[in-house]
C-alpha cells in the first residue's frame, strides 16, 4: 500500500477506536478558548478572537478547525473527527521516525505503545493545539535525522505555528549542533558539521515573531493578554515552584499513566546484553541520534518547568513518544520476549485509561474527562428544562457551557451569575448575593481520589494550593448548607460529582404566581 492509503486505513481505525467519543461536547479549554477561538476565525475571518481573550496561541490549528467547519458544517463530532488528523499525523510520523532510526518493529510497536498511552489517545479527539505540534515535529525530527535541514525547517515552522512551545525544539538541536562544533566532533555528535548547516534551525523563529508581531498589532501584547501572561510566565519563575515543576515534569515523561511499566522495564533491560540474530548483535540506535534525541528531550522538560501556568500532562507530547521509542528499541535489542513485554506494557495503559490513579490529576488524560462531560451535559439539560429563565450560580468551565450553546451542552443561553470555584471562601460570598442569582449548579473542578497517596503530606497540600492553584471544592450537601438551598439533583461517577442547589426564593416566588 502506497503513504496515502496507509494514512487512510489508519484513520479510520483511529475513527473506530474513538467512535464512542465523538458525540462529546467540547471539554474544559476546548470550550474556553479554542473552539471559540476558532468559531470566531469562521464567522468573522480574523485571526485574534473576540468571544474570547486572546492567549496569542499561534493560529494554524484554529485556522484548520475553521476550514473543516466551513467544508463540513460545525458540530462537536466533525471537530473531534477532524482533530483525528493530526493524531494519525503524529502516529505517521512517530512510526517514520522509528523505522529511520531503528527498524521496523520497533516502529510498530512504539506507534502502537503510543496509541494507546492514556494522554494521547484522550487528547486525539480533542480540540488542542499540542498532538498537531508534536505531529509536524515528528516529521521535523525525521528530516533532521536524515540531513534535510530545510525540509525540517519547514516541519519545525508548522510545529510552532500549532503551538508556540514547540520552537524550541530546533532550538534545543541548533544548541546540540553547536555544542558539536565547539567540541570539534566527538562519537556522540556525528558527522562534523559546518554551522551554516544548522541555521536552517533558527528559521522556524521567524514565521513564529511575525505572527507575534501581527498580535501586537492587532492587541498591543505580544503573549496574550497581561493575565495569561502573568499565570504563564511571571508566576511561574519562583525557585521552588520551578523545582516541583521540574518534577512533575519528570513523572509526566518517565511514569505518568503506567508509562512507569515501560520506563522501568528498559532501565532493567540495560543491564541484559544485547541479543544476537543470525546477522549478528542487534543494533541500538546510533549513538549521535540518540544524544539528539535526549537534547531535546531535557531542554523541553526543563523548559516547561519553568513556564505554564497549569502543569498539564498534553504540553508533554511532544517529547513523550521520544522516550516510548527509546524504551522500545532498547527492550527489543535485550530482552527475547520483548512482544510479550510490551503487551504487558498495552495493557497497563489500556488500565490506566479506564481506571484512575490513587493521586489528582488532570481529568483530559484518559477518560475521566468523558465522565466529567456526561454529568455536566445531564445536569446542564436539568437546568434548563427546569429553570430556563433562571440565573445560575456557578464557575468556570460551567458558566461558558450554559451560555454558549455551540459547545453542545444546552440549546439556549442561560444566565449565569460566576464565581471562581465552590470553596468556603466563594460560597460564603455568594451567599450574601442571592438576590443576584436563583438556583445554584455546583461540581467538581478538580478530581480527588478517596484514598490519596499524598493526602497527609501537609507540604505538598501547601505547596499544591501556593504554585499550582489547588483548592478543595465544597461537596453538595456542605455547599446546600452554606448558600441556604436544597439538593434537587445530584450525580456522581467515578470521583466526580455535580448537584444542583434550590434556593427557597424560587419556590415562594412560584407560589406567589400560583
Known sequence: MGPALWFAVGFALLVLLHAPLL?????WD??????????????????????????????????????????????????????LAPAILALAGGFQLARRIANREVAAASVICTAFYPVFFAQSTMAHVDLAAAGFSFWALLAYVDHRRWRAAIWFSLAALAKETAILIPLALFGWDLLGLLLNRSRIFGKARRLPASLP??????????????????????????????????????PLRIVLALGLRLWQLLGYMNLILLTATALIAMWLPPLRDEGGERPRIALDIQFALYAVIASYTLAMAFIGGA????????????????????????????????????????????????????????????????????????????????????????????????????????????????????????????????????????????????QRWQAWQEWKSQFFGYHRDLPPVAAAQILGGQIIYHAERRGQWVGVIEIPQIEEANAGQE
Not at 481573550?53 to 475553521?66: G, I, K, Q, R
Not at 493578554?225 to 519562583?238: C, D, G, I, K, S
Not at 495503559?349 to 490513587?358: D, G, S, T, V
Open 23 to 27: 458525540n462529546l461536547p467540547y471539554y
Open 30 to 83: 476546548e470550550a474556553g478558548y479554542y473552539v471559540p477561538a476558532a468559531r470566531d476565525l469562521l464567522l468573522t475571518g480574523t485571526l485574534i478572537p473576540h468571544s474570547v481573550v486572546s492567549n496569542a496561541h499561534p493560529p494554524l490549528v484554529m485556522a484548520y478547525l475553521a476550514l473543516i467547519w466551513k467544508i463540513a458544517g460545525y458540530s462537536p463530532v466533525v471537530t473531534r473527527v477532524a482533530m
Open 201 to 238: 534551525l533558527l528559521v522556524p523563529a521567524i514565521p513564529l515573531g511575525l505572527w507575534y508581531w501581527f498580535h501586537y498589532a492587532r492587541t498591543g501584547f505580544v503573549f496574550g493578554n497581561p493575565e495569561f501572561f502573568r499565570y504563564n510566565v511571571q508566576a511561574t519563575l519562583q
Open 311 to 454: 502543569v498539564l500532562a498534553r504540553y508533554m507530547l511532544p517529547v513523550v513518544p521520544l522516550v516510548i521509542i527509546v524504551c522500545v528499541s532498547t527492550i527489543w535489542r535485550r530482552v527475547w520476549i520483548w512482544r510479550s513485554v510490551l503487551a504487558v506494557v498495552i495493557v497497563g495503559f489500556l488500565a490506566a485509561l479506564f481506571i484512575n490513579p490513587p493521586y489528582g490529576f488532570a481529568m483530559e488524560d484518559n477518560l475521566a474527562y468523558r465522565d466529567y462531560i456526561v454529568l455536566h451535559q445531564r445536569a446542564e439539560q436539568f437546568v434548563e428544562i427546569h429553570y430556563p429563565h433562571s440565573r445560575v450560580l456557578t464557575a468556570w468551565p460551567a458558566s461558558d457551557e450554559l451560555t454558549r450553546p455551540y459547545l453542545g451542552y444546552v440549546s439556549r443561553p442561560i444566565q449565569v451569575f460566576r464565581i471562581e470555584d465552590f470553596t468556603v471562601k466563594q460560597l460564603t460570598s455568594a451567599a450574601e448575593t442571592r438576590s443576584q442569582w436563583d438556583v445554584a449548579l455546583v461540581f467538581s473542578t478538580k478530581y480527588e481520589p478517596a484514598y490519596s497517596w499524598f
